[in-house]
């Protein structure tokens, strides 16, 4: 029965490494996507930063617009000066109020056109920076998922060893003793079996298990189970340990052996 007992015991092992390594295969979609999340954060930064550089571009272009409208205006007002249409002294100082007005919203767009200038610079650079953000963002994302999607092979050739791992257990273990097993493997979510610690407890549910089970897992003449989560008990404990008797030092030992001359 000791021998069924290890026997299923590497069959709960296998098993569970088959769930989890398939379960790591399932997931490799969902971690490509998942490694693809920072790529397409930079992605989307980027395309903001260059819809805001493109906008601070139009606006530069239409205070540059603004501007030169501005000089015509005000080349056209110095123009009536000269070509003698002001005729009096009153329409002459209204005309100078106006050149002075018009002159004053020039400096006013001039200013503007300054602190567009310096933004779009600002803005190049922060594109820039973002562009090369995505391109380092593809770098990782392309290595991450060629790391990936190539476990995909390895994860194959795990889940197939321990296939062919189970079908060799599976011919060497009894067939009533199987059928437990694979029913308590589907009600206990894979873990049929169960070890006792050293101090007498189940592993799986941590209540103690009656002394007299204990020394009958010890055994391992029959099959036992834990009276509270059912499953197949098996001794995990510690083996004892035989301490040495310290040593006497050196000088004792010689003066029994006068002692006893």
């Not at 805001?52 to 606006?59: I, L």
């Not at 380092?136 to 197939?160: Q, W």
């Not at 296939?163 to 009894?174: P, V």
Request: glycine share 4%; charged share 35%.
């Amino acid at each position: 029965m000791k021998e069924q007992l290890e026997r299923l015991i590497a069959l709960q092992e296998a098993d569970l490494r088959l769930a989890e390594s398939a379960e790591r295969k399932r997931r490799i979609p969902e971690m490509v996507e998942a490694a693809r999340q920072p790529l397409q954060a930079a992605q989307t930064l980027r395309d903001t930063v260059k819809q805001a550089s493109e906008t601070t571009g139009k606006e530069r272009k239409a205070c540059e617009q603004a501007l030169a409208e501005q000089e015509q205006a005000i080349s056209k007002l110095q123009d009536r000066t000269t070509k003698g249409e002001i005729k009096t002294n009153r329409e002459y100082q209204a005309h100078l109020l106006e050149i002075e007005i018009a002159k004053k919203k020039r400096g006013e767009i001039e200013e503007q056109l300054l602190i567009l200038m310096d933004a779009v610079d600002a803005k190049k650079k922060e594109a820039a920076q973002a562009e090369a953000a995505v391109k380092e963002a593809e770098r990782k994302f392309a290595d991450e998922k060629a790391a990936l999607e190539g476990s995909v092979g390895a994860l194959d050739e795990e889940l197939a060893g321990l296939r062919r791992k189970r079908e060799a257990l599976l011919a060497e273990i009894d067939p009533s003793l199987l059928r437990t097993y694979e029913k308590l493997k589907i009600s206990k979510k894979g873990h049929a079996l169960a070890g006792i610690n050293k101090d007498g407890s189940c592993m799986a549910c941590r209540l103690q298990v009656q002394p007299q089970v204990v020394a009958e897992v010890k055994r391992a003449n029959a099959i036992q189970t834990c009276f509270e989560c059912h499953r197949i008990l098996y001794w995990a404990g510690d083996p004892v340990q035989i301490v040495p008797l310290p040593e006497k030092p050196v000088e004792e030992v010689e003066e029994a052996a006068e002692t006893t001359e």
